[in-house]
């Protein structure tokens, strides 16, 4: 690619080489860079990591969005080149690093970290490293294919190098919306009332004199690889439309609430559910990540509007993205995550947000990031802004994993996330429970009953009751077995009763 | 008293007594009244208490702001009058129905009460029960010491029943700002900038048609006692005022953010440190239940500005209120609680919260309510408002109770209100900890060290240690012996290792 995406001229003699670039980063560099599941740098990770491998030993701070591909938390995990890591990550090789402590991992709301980053808590910006995908005539930066916290990362960094890429077109130009709050006690209110509101500029403002190096890239994020929803998630998306429609229709809910849906496989089904169902139309999405089956429902008329920090895309969803990107671009938004985010926002519109569990318990408490207790998944990423403050939240989890041998319905979450108070509908396969008005024994039988796989329900209601009997009380447990499901499992590998055991 | 405090004329005729109003209370009745730990109808309560005790066999669904006193919860529960109860009460006999199971409660958010009630999601609003000082020319209520949901109670009701008190002066008018967002998705940002921000009516809107009693009432609420702070509440104090005092100085934190501090008198001792403290003037307090302490820092002309949604003052104070009103209403706005623990506008102004808990682990969850997990304290209250939405959260609690046999720092906590994404720093009168850049590992490193009760130490230590050696990750646990200490409790009535064990 040419130079000609860097439309303010002055900036033409900071193109340089991703070796001369990395210069900057050094031992001890703390490096912001951009990336929320799409749109990270890669040029300058591979640099480093060369530099790693040719034997040069260094440790950098390495803060991003959210989640970035292999080409950056892969490669700079194992390359040994990582002391602190924030926030959420979904590599690998990475996640077995924070788990033996060998990488620094602290795990955050998303919606809260650009505040910190101005704060000052997370140590000085020396050095951001941002895709872009053109430099305005003003010198501002066209990002790429997310915002995350991009803005306040270009804002308060000493130096800046841009990765300007050729992976997605210039012409995205437009589809961004960037507005950076005040921080308190000067906040006003953010000022979006509907889901497709713009309340900022199409393009990130930057001082130029402290862009250190511009790189010209042709690298393209590793793509997000969808299957097609099984049954179980067909089931879910399902019985949640269904509920929706329900509470609509007996004048519960209001209807018009945008919707929020996670990150996945299961979050991207129950958007698919919408294809087929003539109840809802006009839809709006306030959500995080926003995935193909936007694409879908945007074809079909469906969606009026769909916001987002980010749109994480297969290959095949990209190519068509980008061929009719002046018809996407009318009804995409592409906020900073503390705007996507945002509790205050979320709140306000009344967002039916939708999240996957690791674990749920009886009492509806929700575990989300950490397996039997103590090995880190991910992370806790945006759910928790978006269960806390939803009009409607529901948390959803296929009842088993693992060909059964793991229930993910248990007696105590072994770690909890989203405690009884952010969690309103709980949904498996096998039904859903509203624990809106019910006491915590009431969504203790209803979880067991309706939830939770028929192979687990005898154990989880022996436990209850006996529980129950021994210390009664409003959320009755015995401290002694609680976690009885999950020592068998850490013994047997299986949580299922024996065979032969009475 | 008259009826000089009935302004509207037309109503004269509603006035009556005890026994003809509560005739529109029976078997099955939802029945909805004021109060927020003040501010509560003490004279219909009373009234079917004595039907009962005559031997009258009715059950009816009680719906609060908060806690009330003795003579709602206590002898509503005594008298085995209550089905449901919702939300947060703090009555020792209605505790120990909802622990048998014998009074249904649920335990939500203070702030989301009102919203959920105009969705219906509560069921029909049959009968409303406020305690007012007067009713306006215009025919609309000044409540009294509290606001709580009543604004949205007497809104929703299908009958109104009023206890006009002269327990409090009708001169309090002016001091409440009563304002009803409207709900999603047509909700626009809650106008508050500031913590003194009105932006409401002095009044409650009311439909007098639906008026159907006025009670003439000269019972008092149950007043507050508060203790003379102890050591232990001192010392926490003392260490937030140095801690805040310190990131200012070091420019990590803005001054003028404003202060919230639960109930209790460990949250009265936290803002008594005020008093001598020559760093912080002009204060701005955005709480939920304000307390003598708050008169005394106005008196010396520290506060600027306090909100809230209830004064719960001790008789001492209230006196000295009540003589000097014209002066203290220029400082304080009673809100209803959806505003005064409004998420939006708790974020927006940035406050700095602290709440109290009952046990917090060493990864820095925190339990506000269940003791020994299965137990119901007193509710969640408006913690989780505040702990999730702050610009910087403080969880406090003295490191051990009862003489020393409880230790306040457990390896994990047998019930989640906060987790340890809503919980900043740590506080007990041992010391200090500042969680916002430190991993799990070094959290529990950190708790143990300087936030346990030294006796408690090594046990703390030798779990974390043995748990991470067994099972490492990211929050090492070891689901197996995780709860040894409740257990120990739950055995032998005390957590210390007993004299003579290794």
């Known amino acids: 690619m040419g130079t000609e995406n860097?439309?303010?001229?002055?900036?033409?003699?900071?193109?340089?080489?991703?070796?001369?670039?990395?210069?900057?980063?050094?031992?001890?560099?703390?490096?912001?860079i951009s990336g929320f599941t799409a749109g990270y740098p890669k040029l300058i990770p591979r640099e480093l990591a060369r530099r790693a491998q040719e034997g040069e030993r260094f440790k950098i701070n390495l803060f991003a969005g959210a989640s970035t591909g292999e080409q950056v938390d892969g490669i700079l995990a194992r390359t040994d080149l990582v002391h602190w890591r924030r926030p959420y990550m979904s590599d690998r090789a990475m996640r077995e690093k924070i788990n033996r402590g060998e990488i620094l991992y602290k795990d955050d709301h998303l919606s809260s970290l650009s505040a910190q980053v101005r704060a000052g808590d997370w140590g000085n910006a020396d050095v951001a490293v941002v895709e872009a995908v053109a430099i305005t005539e003003k010198?501002?930066?066209?990002?790429?294919?997310?915002?995350?916290?991009?803005?306040?990362?270009?804002?308060?960094?000493d130096k800046i190098i841009i990765e300007l890429s050729n992976s997605a077109p210039p012409e995205l130009e437009g589809i961004h919306d960037i507005f950076i709050p005040e921080d308190p006690p000067y906040r006003m209110p953010i000022p979006i009332y509907r889901a497709a509101d713009r309340i900022g500029k199409p393009f990130i403002e930057m001082d130029t004199s402290r862009v250190v190096a511009i790189l010209l890239s042709d690298q393209e994020d590793t793509c997000a690889i969808f299957h097609d929803p099984d049954e179980v998630a067909l089931l879910i998306g399902e019985q949640i439309l269904d509920f929706v429609?329900?509470?609509?229709?007996?004048?519960?809910?209001?209807?018009?609430?945008?919707?929020?849906?996670?990150?996945?496989?299961?979050?991207?089904?129950v958007l698919g559910g919408f294809l087929e169902n003539d109840f809802f139309h006009n839809l709006e999405l306030y959500s995080e990540v926003l995935q193909d089956s936007v694409l879908d429902l945007i074809d079909l008329g469906k969606v009026r509007a769909g916001s987002g920090s980010a749109l994480t895309l297969s290959h095949k969803a990209r190519r068509r993205f980008f061929n009719e990107l002046y018809r996407y671009k009318e009804k995409i938004v592409l906020r900073p995550v503390e705007?996507?985010?945002?509790?205050?926002?979320?709140?306000?519109?009344?967002?039916?947000?939708?999240?996957?569990?690791?674990?749920?318990d009886i009492y509806g408490h929700v575990n989300s990031t950490h397996v039997m207790g103590s090995q880190m998944m991910n992370g806790i990423g945006g759910s928790g802004d978006f269960m806390r403050n939803a009009g409607l939240s529901f948390m959803v989890t296929p009842s088993t994993a693992r060909n059964s041998s793991i229930s993910a319905i248990v007696p105590m979450v072994s770690h909890v996330?989203?405690?009884?108070?952010?969690?309103?509908?709980?949904?498996?396969?096998?039904?859903?429970?509203?624990?809106?008005?019910?006491?915590p024994r009431q969504v203790a039988e209803a979880i067991i009953a309706k939830c939770a796989h028929p192979e687990y329900r005898p154990q989880l209601r022996e436990y209850y009751e006996r529980a129950l009997k021994k210390h009664g009380g409003h959320e009755p447990h015995d401290l002694e077995e609680v976690f009885f499901m999950h020592r068998r499992f850490q013994t047997t590998g299986d949580m299922r009763v024996p065979p032969g055991t009475v």
Chains 1, 2 share one sequence.
Do not use: K
């Open 139 to 157: 010198g501002h930066l066209i990002p790429s294919m997310s915002v995350g916290n991009t803005p306040t990362y270009v804002r308060e960094a």
């Open 417 to 439: 996330d989203h405690s009884e108070h952010s969690v309103d509908i709980i949904v498996t396969e096998q039904g859903l429970v509203d624990t809106r008005s019910l006491t």
């Open 245 to 269: 429609q329900h509470e609509i229709e007996r004048g519960r809910l209001r209807p018009g609430l945008p919707w929020q849906s996670g990150v996945g496989d299961v979050a991207n089904a």
């Open 339 to 360: 705007i996507s985010n945002s509790p205050e926002v979320i709140n306000r519109l009344g967002v039916l947000s939708i999240n996957t569990a690791l674990e749920i």
């Open 6 to 32: 860097i439309r303010y001229r002055p900036l033409l003699d900071r193109v340089t080489d991703a070796r001369t670039a990395a210069r900057h980063i050094q031992h001890g560099t703390n490096l912001f």
